[in-house]
């Protein structure tokens, strides 16, 4: 899904039980009719999942996915351009080195300004693009699409970051802030999806604001600032678990048996600390990696 400033949501693609779907499908959140209607002269379009769909310059890029057959490369990306409601075809500029991405499918993209990114995913290693288990690669790499104006002419190029994941990933999701700090969650770590994963890993794509190299300095220097808004938390969190109807009476519960309510809750308190820390640190957006200073970057954290 893609979303325009004037609220215009846009659907693309998807799956259903017979078929890939190549359909677009818009809704104006701000119509209180909440009514779907599709975008016509999309016919053309290849029926595919597992792509993100991106607003850049005024058109919907899909980027990547497939179908059951194959992965769509990234050469040429297929956007919806908004002014005409037309399908288009974009010719894109590989990097120097690299090359274009590798065709995937299950990977996740960000926006920040005229930069796109796409991160991690899944695919077939053969020329053939054909996916098969047995023989699938999962990505850890970070590939920026950039928009570049020159001379009244609009190209878009391919660029390999130096940043890669801390482990490959598809299926997960990933957002920005405004500061520019890129979090990526969850996702699988196997082509067959048996293990999913719970991390949570980040890198910044530009520096962030003196403000926040303060705020955290500050934080080094006071770590009691820490213990007591983590304290805080604990109890905070015991209370609201308390409070909830589907845990109260098993903490009761346990409580008669254990005589303590610490007892009751060992399990999640042990993690409390590292969630609660996580918590203040998004709270100022996250923590700077050292190499911040010599602006490095994007790195992973």
């Not at 909440?34 to 379009?45: G, R, S, T």
């Not at 391919?158 to 700090?181: D, Q, R, V, Y």
């Amino acid at each position: 899904m893609a979303m325009t400033q004037e609220g215009k949501l846009y659907l693309t693609g998807g799956v259903n039980y017979n078929c890939y779907l190549s359909e677009i499908w818009v809704i104006d959140t701000k119509d209180e009719k909440f009514e779907w209607k599709m975008v016509e002269q999309v016919y053309n379009l290849k029926g595919r999942y597992t792509h993100d769909s991106i607003l850049l310059d005024d058109k919907i890029l899909l980027l990547g996915g497939g179908d059951g057959d194959c992965s769509i490369p990234f050469d040429k990306i297929d956007a919806l351009d908004l002014k005409t409601q037309q399908l288009i075809q974009i010719q894109t500029l590989p990097d120097e080195n690299h090359g274009y991405p590798h065709p995937r499918k299950f990977h996740s993209s960000v926006k920040n300004g005229n930069d796109v990114y796409i991160i991690g995913g899944w695919s077939d290693n053969n020329s053939t693009m054909r996916n098969t288990e047995e023989n699938a690669t999962i990505y850890d790499d970070v590939w920026k699409l950039s928009l570049i104006i020159s001379e009244l002419k609009k190209y878009y190029k391919w660029t390999k970051t130096l940043s890669n994941l801390k482990m490959p990933l598809f299926f997960h999701t990933s957002a920005i802030t405004p500061e520019g700090c890129v979090y990526t969650f969850g996702g699988c770590i196997d082509a067959k999806s048996m293990y999913p994963s719970n991390k949570l890993q980040r890198f910044w794509i530009q520096p962030p604001e003196l403000k926040q190299l303060a705020a955290f300095k500050l934080l080094t220097k006071n770590s009691h600032i820490i213990e007591e808004f983590k304290q805080r938390e604990i109890k905070r969190l015991k209370a609201d678990m308390w409070e909830q109807p589907s845990t109260s009476n098993q903490l009761k519960n346990g409580i008669r048996e254990n005589n303590s309510v610490e007892n009751v809750q060992g399990g999640d308190i042990e993690e409390l600390p590292e969630e609660i820390e996580q918590n203040l640190r998004e709270l100022l957006q996250t923590a700077p990696s050292p190499k911040i200073a010599k602006f490095e970057v994007p790195y992973f954290e």
